[in-house]
């Protein structure tokens, strides 16, 4: 069910480079789901970003209702896989579950934590104009930790922090200013995110059109032996129409009958696309792979034109 939101979350501007300043304070940023958990009539009420809410999928959370007094909470909901590490996927599972055994057997085997890092609300009194440093002040006095709610915490070494995360396999980090307040439904430059970024030279097997027959993204994949591709995912972001231009007219002399993939989901395949011989390349940035081995959030940096001109 998707309701109007009490309160719309801050978001942090996108960083392309670690920094260090005094006036911040510095976190990880935990590979979720972004959530506010409330406390309203004596019930838990977890909210998502865009209104939907989902205090039924988590039960495990329910020891927050040990203190009656009203609050809104903001974090990031995780699940962590055998190495201790948020595993994106597993959070996605959980937030697909409707059968109520279905829940209870998730919440015994993939136990979710809520990761909070701000207090907007507390009884009657709203804490959003009071600077960061003054709402993460009352935020430790307010929560007490447990295996399922933990407090982030904040550092002042940006660089050093950036380099743990980097080492430990985590997303990233997030930059707080200490005297910021939270602005609802922006974002805004008093926070920013710097995320660990991974690159991998894929080839293009195939393009995906739109119902207008306007190109909709390219088909990825990695070379086997036997001369066809691994699928890894589909990407868009980062090119331009001069890109899509180029891709049209190297697809007039690189079109086949049949994918190129020896593994192509059956969903992923529309009615309209163009197959290609795989001779085209690209570098692509992501986030991580996923656990079916595909890219998550893929970006394309860069096409090889150069050896095709």
């Known amino acids: 069910m998707r309701v109007k939101l009490p309160i719309q979350p801050m978001e942090p501007l996108l960083a392309e480079e670690p920094f260090q300043d005094e006036a911040f304070r510095y976190e990880v940023k935990w590979d979720g789901v972004r959530a506010l958990v409330g406390i309203r009539d004596g019930a838990l009420r977890i909210w998502l970003r865009k209104g939907k809410e989902i205090a039924r999928c988590f039960p495990e959370l329910d020891p927050l209702l040990a203190d009656k007094k009203p609050v809104i909470l903001d974090g990031e909901l995780i699940v962590l896989d055998e190495s201790n590490r948020p595993d994106f996927s597993r959070i996605v599972r959980r937030l697909r579950l409707q059968r109520p055994e279905a829940i209870e057997h998730a919440r015994q085997t993939m136990p979710a934590v809520f990761m909070v890092f701000d207090l907007l609300q507390l009884g009657n009194h709203d804490l959003r104009p009071q600077p960061w440093r003054q709402?993460?002040?009352?935020?430790?006095?307010?929560?007490?930790?447990s295996a399922h709610v933990q407090l982030v915490e904040s550092f002042?070494?940006?660089?050093?922090?950036?380099?743990?995360?980097?080492?430990?396999?985590?997303?990233?980090?997030?930059?707080?200013?200490?005297?910021?307040?939270?602005?609802?439904?922006?974002?805004h430059r008093d926070w920013f995110k710097i995320?660990?970024?991974?690159?991998?030279?894929?080839?293009?097997?195939?393009?995906?059109?739109?119902?207008?027959?306007?190109?909709?993204?390219?088909?990825?994949?990695?070379?086997?032996?036997?001369?066809?591709?691994?699928?890894?995912?589909?990407?868009?972001?980062?090119?331009?129409?001069?890109?899509?231009?180029?891709?049209?007219?190297?697809?007039?002399?690189?079109?086949?009958?049949?994918?190129?993939?020896?593994?192509?989901?059956?969903?992923a395949s529309q009615r309209g696309d163009v197959w290609?011989?795989?001779?085209?390349?690209?570098?692509?940035?992501?986030?991580?792979?996923?656990?079916?081995g595909h890219l998550r959030s893929p970006v394309i940096k860069q096409l090889y034109r150069a050896a095709l001109e």
């Open 195 to 267: 995320k660990h970024f991974q690159e991998v030279e894929a080839s293009i097997g195939g393009l995906q059109r739109k119902a207008d027959g306007t190109w909709r993204s390219v088909y990825l994949g990695l070379p086997k032996e036997d001369g066809l591709l691994t699928f890894i995912g589909q990407a868009a972001s980062g090119l331009t129409a001069d890109d899509w231009n180029w891709l049209a007219q190297q697809a007039r002399r690189l079109q086949r009958s049949s994918p190129p993939f020896v593994d192509l989901p059956a969903q």
């Open 276 to 292: 290609l011989q795989p001779e085209l390349r690209a570098t692509v940035r992501f986030q991580a792979w996923t656990g079916n």
């Open 135 to 145: 709402r993460r002040e009352i935020l430790q006095q307010t929560v007490r930790p």
């Open 156 to 187: 002042a070494d940006g660089f050093g922090l950036f380099q743990v995360t980097k080492q430990l396999g985590l997303e990233g980090i997030v930059a707080k200013r200490i005297d910021s307040r939270y602005v609802s439904g922006k974002r």
